[in-house]
């Protein structure tokens, strides 16, 4: 079964650094997601992108995130100055097409820790 | 998006159905109710979504009422591995989820 792949699983970074996580979404999908899960707390949306521009996008996802699909098969989300509360999970996702019933699926998510 | 009420926390006997209702009393005519659950820390996993008219897959039921104001996931037989958050979530496109507490199902041996 086709599924959402998502690198690095686990990425622990300094304050302030640059974060760059990685997907690969399912290979006939054209509208791609980030969702994020602070721990204990609720799956929030971040940003969808469909047709290379970004879709629609939360009032998380301020200025120092920024969203990418760089080549064929990836979709990437950029952390560019991290801070203590960006500590989270993070989920991409893939849907095939932004219509009615649409279904969208979820990697494994990629835990991102900032010390 | 229409929001969705669900119980925080069910048990259920391994072996048995576990059935997980949501009421969703504010649904719009084009929304569709979209079942997602969480083991652990994972992602969210798709495990059904319907409009109006029941639905069934290779791993739960979907009955809606046909108000459409409730809605309720049938597991048909609980397996210790069934034990998770369960997400009821309705929207028109299913392109922005907004998911809430869930239910935490735990299905005991």
């Known amino acids: 079964e086709p599924e959402v792949t998502q690198t690095p699983s686990h990425q622990v970074t300094q304050m302030g650094q640059e974060v760059i996580l990685r997907c690969v979404p399912i290979s006939n999908h054209l509208y791609f997601y980030w969702y994020r899960q602070i721990l204990g707390q609720k799956v929030e949306f971040l940003v969808s992108f469909y047709n290379n521009e970004i879709s629609e996008k939360s009032e998380i996802f301020d200025d120092q995130f920024s969203v990418e699909r760089p080549d064929g098969s990836n979709f990437t989300l950029k952390i560019r100055s991290t801070k203590l509360e960006d500590s989270a999970m993070y989920f991409c996702?893939?849907?095939?097409?932004?219509?009615?019933?649409?279904?969208?699926?979820f990697g494994e998510g990629s835990w991102l820790t900032v010390v | 998006d229409a929001k969705t009420t669900q119980p925080p926390s069910m048990d259920c006997a391994e072996g048995r159905a576990a059935n997980l209702p949501c009421n969703h009393s504010?649904?719009?005519?084009?929304?569709?109710v979209y079942w997602y659950r969480q083991i652990h820390s994972q992602g969210p996993q798709y495990i059904i979504h319907g409009l109006k008219n029941n639905e069934t897959n290779e791993m739960a039921s979907l009955i809606i009422t046909e108000d459409r104001k409730s809605s309720t996931l049938i597991l048909p037989h609980a397996t210790l591995r069934d034990t998770a958050v369960y997400y009821c979530i309705v929207s028109e496109s299913g392109s922005r989820l907004t998911f809430g507490e869930g239910t935490q199902l735990t299905v005991n041996p």
């Open positions: 996702a893939s849907s095939r097409v932004p219509s009615s019933g649409n279904t969208i699926y």
């Open positions: 504010t649904i719009s005519g084009n929304e569709y």
